[in-house]
């Protein structure tokens, strides 16, 4: 089976890729399941996009292989656009998912629903030594919950309502979830690559 590095520590994010890669027939490996895992990379670009060039060419030069990176994040209007870029560690360094949606409902306390727009982005980045790095971008759109519901996805999903949606993302199937995400779109855009895997 072909198969393709994912430059990511994010079991979430492994998860849904190795789903999302298997209708393209290719096993998608994430960074903890090599048998040497890379150091961190730090994060230092400014956009999404800086971010995943980043992650993916300098795993591509370690690994001496074709990587993808996803620099993902999420949008929020009313916070003007925080916590964007550093969605991770939103609340601090600990990256812990549950700090992170406290602090967005906090930072949004007293704002109406129709002032909770939010969206969701993905920023894919194809990196292969010696060749140009492709990049490829994904939204979804949406607006933030009062309060959080649902067990499914990470990050941010129990307070992120999709458009046209009554659920959060996290109350969704996860094969629901990858037909209408971010990092699906992204996906898709990729089109042309992928299908000359
Ligand atoms: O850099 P890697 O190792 O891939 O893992 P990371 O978690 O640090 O990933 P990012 O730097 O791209 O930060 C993205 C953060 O945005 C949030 N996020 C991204 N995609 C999401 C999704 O589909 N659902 C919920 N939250 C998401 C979540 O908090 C992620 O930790
Ligand atoms: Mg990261």
């Not at 190795?18 to 903890?32: D, Q, V, W």
């Not at 060419?57 to 003007?80: F, H, K, N, W, Y």
């Not at 939010?118 to 939204?139: D, H, K, M, S, Y």
């Not at 629901?176 to 299908?195: C, F, M, P, T, V």
Request: hydrophobic residues 35%; contains cysteine.
């Amino acid at each position: 089976m072909k198969e393709i590095i994912i430059a990511t520590k994010n079991q979430g994010k492994a998860i849904e890729f190795k789903e999302l890669f298997s209708k393209y027939g290719i096993n998608a490996r994430s960074l903890t399941e090599l048998d040497r895992e890379p150091k961190d990379i730090d994060e230092t670009g400014n956009t999404f996009q800086e971010n995943a060039a980043l992650k993916a060419e300098q795993t591509a030069e370690i690994l001496s292989a074709p990587v993808l990176a996803d620099d993902s994040g999420l949008v929020v209007d009313a916070l003007d656009g925080e916590p964007g870029v550093y969605s991770a560690r939103y609340a601090g360094d600990q990256k812990d998912d549950q700090a992170n949606i406290n602090k967005v409902l906090h930072g949004l306390d007293g704002v109406p629903a129709e002032k909770r727009t939010a969206r969701f982005i993905c920023v894919l980045a194809v990196a292969t030594p010696g060749e140009e790095t492709i990049f490829r971008q994904g939204i979804c759109e949406g607006h933030i919950a009062h309060t959080e519901a649902g067990e499914n996805g990470f990050g941010y999903d129990p307070i992120f309502i999709p458009e046209r949606y009554e659920k959060t993302m996290a109350q969704l199937p996860k094969a629901e979830k990858n037909r209408i995400s971010h990092r699906a779109k992204a996906l898709q855009e990729l089109g042309a690559w992928l299908d000359k895997q």
